[in-house]
């Protein structure tokens, strides 16, 4: 059974760097199928596609916040990372990452999710 | 504003029929597949629908989707009080060099 769990600081200050990793157990991700993604739910609101990376290093990110986002991964590991620059409080959230997989771009779907860490923005 | 439209809350009694919609456009849930999550309160998003109207497994067959032109809805029969959850649709969307694109959720209440 494929597991998802992010790690990373609970508390950010504004203008500094939200770093955060994913830890994949279970499966690898270096299979061609899966895309490892960033979402984020700002509190009481909906669902926020960050971004995703294949194992490749094939990145897509979110038009609204490409200009701030990095998402690497290292497959040694088995952990994808994010890093959001510049962040307000506008960013505070909770973060999850998911597992993306299906036969074409466009049948895709996220089917295992982390159970999300609360990032706060506040000096 | 979200890219996917749906409707802020919906309601029913045990036992009923609940359908949530979500309105797209051509260049997502026209041209890809809508996939459902239930995300229970506190806990993180689970995939209940794929392809417009395939199942996990694990998924009880209660929950069905479907399509019709740039629409998806989810349907929920039999509900139960432990249906109660907030639903949201997602397609890929292919504007912009392609990019995922989430409706703004609905809120089922079972009365």
């Known amino acids: 059974q494929v597991q998802l769990q992010e790690s990373g600081p609970g508390l950010v200050k504004p203008s500094q760097t939200l770093s955060l990793t994913c830890s994949v157990s279970?499966?690898?991700?270096?299979?061609?199928?899966?895309?490892w993604n960033w979402i984020r739910q700002r509190p009481g609101k909906g669902l926020e596609w960050i971004g995703y990376?294949?194992?490749?290093?094939?990145?897509y990110y979110n038009p609204s916040l490409k200009s701030r986002v990095n998402i690497s991964v290292d497959t040694s590991k088995n952990q994808f990372s994010l890093k959001l620059r510049s962040v307000t409080a506008a960013d505070t959230a909770v973060y999850y990452c998911?597992?993306?997989?299906?036969?074409?771009?466009?049948?895709?779907?996220?089917?295992?999710w982390g159970q999300g860490i609360l990032v706060t923005v506040s000096s | 504003q979200s890219v996917l439209t749906q409707a802020p809350s919906a309601s029913g009694t045990p036992g009923q029929t609940v359908t949530i919609s979500c309105s797209g456009s051509?260049?997502?849930?026209?041209?890809?597949?809508a996939n459902w999550y239930q995300q229970l309160p506190g806990t993180a998003p689970k995939l209940l629908i794929y392809?417009?109207?395939q199942r996990p497994s694990g998924v009880p067959d209660r929950f069905s989707g479907s399509k019709s032109g740039t629409s998806a809805s989810l349907a929920i029969s039999g509900l139960q009080s432990e249906d109660e959850a907030d639903y949201y649709c997602?397609?890929?969307?292919?504007?912009?060099?392609?990019?995922?694109?989430f409706g703004g959720g609905t809120k089922l209440t079972v009365l």
């Open positions: 998911a597992r993306e997989s299906g036969p074409t771009v466009s049948s895709r779907s996220f089917d295992y």
């Open positions: 279970g499966g690898s991700m270096s299979s061609d199928s899966y895309y």
């Open positions: 990376i294949h194992h490749s290093g094939i990145t």
């Open positions: 051509s260049s997502n849930i026209g041209s890809n597949t």
């Open positions: 392809s417009h109207n």
């Open positions: 997602a397609a890929w969307d292919d504007s912009l060099n392609g990019h995922w694109v």
